[in-house]
């Protein structure tokens, strides 16, 4: 679709504060401009070091598999002993954890996990058609590589244990193909040859500058007279029937709607808004092998450790684990040992890492974003708790939030992800 075939006017254009900057909240902002409103990002640090700056890069339109499956619970006694584990959990923070973890544990029960996988598989349909646009508009085809995304096992005992995933992949029509040993090396020779299987998505995209393609998107949205503010929101107030107050820090904003997309900050503003939702963090870390990009062609992931080697245009970034510690737990070095050995399993030639980072991702124990209006105040709307995906799913979350504040029919079934499904 063209910029100019989705530029539409609009008889009730209105004021809309989104809060947060990141890809969701940015890709919101531009869906609403192409519906002809008027928009105001707040974020306290718009475009610097974010979870959407260190990401593992990837359009991941196959990953419609939530975190919690029955062999996660399985492993829970590993995960908590384990310091090794690509998923821990801190236990200082376990007490807190508790109710999340009651229902992820109820998420993760086998017709759960069927249930979840097709939901976000139709979302996930939408994504690229959704993004794509907006990628088009803020002039950044040249920072999307499309060369599909693989991802090694180490065991053929481990791809057989990735069956059931292959299935509900496929279930929801998510190309994916079977490679031998040798059909791997093909793709990616500079690989040490340590794994035994791999799968390959053909159709997966994966980006050279999250970053860099953010800052884009967001200067088409000052471009076309949007405002960016750098403010941390406290709180939002109903003023009257027809205006909201999105509370700063010292000072504030009115709005005819607001959208909280604060990603892993969303949850206490939901809650003064009056909803409770069980959003909790995972913390994630990456490290960055610098010009160390011509290795790779494509994203590998890495299933024994939960890792991902992107080839990016300033290097090579190692992407993952997964822990949950709350926002403000400090950076743990053995996730990083756990990054860094990967790296030397898969590219031995990579001795030493440049940077380091890490970051929180929104996480909901159903691995489901919540995206839609709010229960209590029919003037917010809510889209955050994207997990791993939120880069993939911005456009598609964007283009539903427009179709709300619009009181258009959504153009795909979200009622799996609505708030109240709590």
Known sequence: MKEKDMEKANSNPQDIVIIGAGF?????????????????????????????????????????????????????????????????L??????????????????????????ISHQLGVLLSHAQSALAPLIETAKGEDLVAKNGTLYLYGSEAGFMKAKSDIQLRRLSGIPVTKLTKAEISDLEPQLNPVYKRGLFFDNAQHLLSPLNLLQRMGASV???????????????????????????????????????????????????????????????????????????????????????????????????????????????????????????DLLPQLKNYDSQWTG??????????????????????????????GVTLSGITGKLISEFIDNKAPSVDISAFAPGRF
Not at 59 to 79: M, R
Not at 316 to 333: C, D, F, Y
Not at 363 to 380: A, F, L, Q
Request: hydrophobic share 40%; with cysteine; aromatic share 8%.
């Open 90 to 115: 801190s236990w200082s923070y376990l007490p807190k954890l508790t109710p999340w973890l009651l229902r992820f544990a109820w998420a993760s029960r086998p017709s759960q996990v069927a249930s």
């Open 24 to 88: 969701v909240g940015v890709a919101t902002a531009m869906w609403l401009q192409k519906s002809g409103h008027k928009v105001t990002l707040i974020d306290p640090e718009p475009f610097e070091k974010g979870a959407y700056f260190g990401n593992a890069c990837t359009i991941a339109t196959y990953a419609n598999i939530p975190v919690g499956t029955p062999s996660t619970i399985k492993n829970i006694p590993k995960l908590l002993f384990s310091p090794q584990s690509p998923l821990s």
């Open 360 to 389: 929180f991702r929104p996480s909901m124990p159903d691995s489901k974003p919540v995206i839609g209006r709010s229960s209590k105040d029919g003037g917010i709307f809510y889209a955050f708790g994207h997990g791993h995906i």
């Open 222 to 344: 000052i471009a076309k007279g949007g405002q960016i503010i750098t403010n941390k929101a406290l709180g939002i107030e109903r003023v009257d029937a027809h205006k909201l107050k999105v509370l700063l820090q010292g000072s504030s904003v009115l709005a005819d709607k607001v959208v909280v997309a604060a990603g892993a900050w969303s949850k206490d503003l939901a809650r003064q808004a009056g909803d409770q939702l069980p959003l909790d963090t995972e913390q994630g870390y990456h490290l960055m092998y610098n010009a160390q990009q011509q290795l790779l062609q494509r994203p590998v992931g890495w299933a024994d450790a939960g890792v991902y080697l992107t080839p990016m245009n300033d290097g090579l970034r190692a992407a993952g684990t997964v822990e949950l510690a709350g926002l403000n737990n400090p950076i743990n070095p053995r996730r990083l040992e756990i990054i860094s050995g990967a790296v030397n």
